[in-house]
């Protein structure tokens, strides 16, 4: 079996804000057999995020596989609103990087 980091699978991993509650995780993939693969992986699910990130699966707000964008979309409820005392991250566009080194088993 051979295993890759999803950043040399994906075309693009990405975070931003969806909201000022929200933050949205997109990882868009060049190819169908790339994504299918990654998919049948097991890598990228509900479960797997929340265990990457260390949150209960109930911040976890929406889980999609959107196959005519050939891409996989999360996304979490913030501990705090956005631009709030205490938010180390405004825009939410600093929290893909746990994504960048997740091992997918092809």
């Known amino acids: 079996m051979n295993t890759r ?20 995780f997109d990882i868009i ?23 990457l990130y260390r949150i209960d699966q109930e911040r976890i707000s929406d889980f999609v596989e959107y196959d005519p964008g050939l891409a996989i979309k999360f996304t979490i409820y913030r501990l705090r609103p956005s631009g709030s005392a205490g938010d180390g991250d405004i825009f939410g566009a600093q929290q893909y990087a746990p994504l960048l080194d997740l091992p997918v088993a092809l």
């Open 5 to 24: 980091k999803l950043s040399e699978l994906a075309k693009t991993i990405r975070s931003k804000n969806a909201g000022v509650n929200k933050i949205t």
């Open 29 to 51: 993939f060049r190819d169908r057999d790339t994504y299918d693969a990654v998919r049948r992986s097991r890598a990228l699910t509900r479960d797997a995020m929340a265990a």
